[in-house]
């Protein structure tokens, strides 16, 4: 088997392992025989179980003597939950580890690499990168950045309007785009939403029907500065999912109480540069230290536009319906936007496909250098 094809396999099988890893990375590992065969597969159990390195060794078994190992991500070198993979792949007898990313926790950071190396043993990092650190992303901006990546959900008509002059929005697309929302939520160990459209449409915010279920529903998190949102409703119903709102020294101390004992957890945050709501800087960074290592955004507009100016939106999901909506409707973004056409922010297009009735696109901000920022 060719590396290309074996770590893009491997990729494959960390994607199955989203929705219970978190917040260990989704790691997926490949052993193929000195004839070219594969001999073993894994990939991350649930935190506390077994690495996708560990996983694939012991499906190889003897047969991973003189075999070549392929993982999405340099294998840990240090001992936590588990024993290090590091450790493992020696006794077992590999040969050659051939990585696509190198892990940036301050306690691996190429360290798993030179212990190897160090025994004896070939290692070839960068195969299959481009595809592994997409996979990685949510973590790779974890451990780099401290805080949690964030996905833009939005859903639109096709003239770009979330909801109609009356403030409707349900539904502007079909069941099938709804069903692809909810899988997403899974992926997410978080979905945030700010005070607007928790008032608007008092939601759940729950996975609903997916396939492979998660592991645990997401945590909800609201924001609210001023403490708008009362405690009622399936928001701060703890029997459907946790709920955290963060909020600021504005909300009253009334509010925030009865928040506390409607089961929700509360956190006080600095404001706003802006003197309104909460520094979003901040939120992520307090969800990355809870493990969230992926924060779906639903909105409201002023949400997913304060993110992208401060730079803090790293992908955006956007469902297209076919519906016109008019000037009337509410806009996706809240934001004045760039004076001139040479000051508009750049995106990518990574994916488009139907979905249902509808059209998914899937976007990353483009950097200063041209690349995904």
């Known amino acids: ?57 012991a499906a190889a078994g003897e047969r991973s003597r003189g075999a070549t190992l ?9 001992t936590g939950r588990t024993p290090p993979c590091v450790a493992a792949i ?45 996979s990685l992303a949510p973590y790779l901006v974890h451990r780099r950045l401290g805080r949690s990546f964030t996905v833009l959900k939005t859903a639109t008509s096709i003239d770009g309007r979330v909801a109609a002059a009356d403030g409707s929005s349900r539904w502007i697309t079909g069941s099938e785009a709804r069903a692809d929302a909810h899988a997403l939520r899974a992926d997410s160990q978080a979905v945030l939403i700010g005070s607007g459209t928790a008032l608007a449409d008092r939601p759940s915010l729950t996975a609903r029907d997916v396939d492979p279920p998660a592991m645990r529903q997401p945590l909800r998190v609201l924001l609210d500065g001023r403490g708008r949102v009362p405690a009622t409703g399936p928001l701060f119903d703890p029997e ?3 709920t955290l709102v963060l909020t ?20 006080r945050l600095r404001s706003a540069g802006s003197g309104t709501g909460v520094d979003l800087l901040a939120a992520l960074e307090l969800l990355a230290g809870l493990g969230v290592l992926q924060a779906m955004v639903e909105g409201g507009a002023s949400v997913h536009a304060a993110l992208v100016d401060a730079g803090l ?43 249902g009735p509808d059209a998914r696109l899937e976007l990353e901000p483009v950097g200063p250098e041209g690349g995904a920022a």
């Open 1 to 57: 088997m060719q590396d290309e094809a074996a770590m893009q396999r491997a990729v494959t099988l960390g994607e199955s392992a989203r929705r219970r890893s978190a917040p260990n990375p989704w790691v997926g590992a490949v052993v193929v025989g000195s004839d070219g065969t594969v001999v073993g597969e894994g990939a991350t159990h649930e935190p506390g179980g077994a690495h996708a390195e560990i996983d694939a060794l």
């Open 248 to 267: 600021t020294d504005r909300a009253a101390s009334a509010t925030v109480d009865a928040w506390g004992a409607a089961g929700a957890k509360v956190g």
């Open 90 to 134: 020696l006794a077992a007898g590999i040969a050659r580890v051939v990585t696509a990313v190198e892990d940036p926790d301050p306690r691996v950071s190429g360290r798993g690499f030179a212990q190897l190396r160090a025994a004896g043993v070939q290692v070839d990092a960068g195969v299959g990168a481009a595809a592994a650190a997409r």
């Open 70 to 78: 392929y993982s999405t991500l340099e294998p840990c070198s240090h």
């Open 313 to 355: 939106a790293d992908r955006l999901v956007s469902y297209v319906a076919p519906t016109w909506l008019g000037a009337g409707g509410a806009a996706m973004f809240a934001t004045a936007g760039p004076a001139t056409i040479a000051d508009a922010a750049r995106w990518r297009m990574v994916d488009v496909r139907a979905v």
């Open 240 to 242: 459907l999912a946790p």
